[in-house]
């Protein structure tokens, strides 16, 4: 019983930089694994970040040193900040909320491109 609402996608050149927001509803934010992924046209989903209420965060490969997760539990939301944006960070970007391994929630989804 959570629901995810993205924000803050668009267009941007490369080099550029976004912040998405994720707005959590319903149950305990605190509780859950807040994550984010990303769903290139023609490609699988793929984990781009992720965050525990404690712990440090995870980054795939491809966006370390560029983006950064973080969340404000007393919000009840998750941020993903990309900076030196590049075309292929192209996707729709997906918060996802984890609990116990086994139950998830997605949001919408929210649309980066990255375009000169």
């Known amino acids: 019983q959570v629901q995810l609402v993205e924000s803050g996608g668009g267009l941007v050149q490369p080099g550029g930089s976004l912040r998405l927001s994720c707005a959590a509803s319903?149950?305990?934010?605190?509780?859950?694994?807040m994550g984010w992924y990303r769903q290139a046209p023609g490609k699988q989903r793929e984990l781009v970040a992720s965050i525990p209420s404690s712990g440090s965060a995870a980054y795939a490969d491809s966006v370390k040193d560029r983006f950064t997760i973080s969340r404000d539990n007393a919000k009840n939301t998750v941020y993903l900040q990309m900076n030196n944006l590049k075309p292929e960070d192209t996707a729709v970007y997906y918060c996802?909320?984890?609990?116990?391994?086994?139950?998830?929630?997605w949001g919408q989804g929210t649309q980066v491109t990255v375009s000169s």
């Open positions: 319903g149950g305990i934010f605190s509780l859950y694994v």
């Open positions: 996802n909320a984890n609990l116990f391994t086994n139950f998830n929630y």
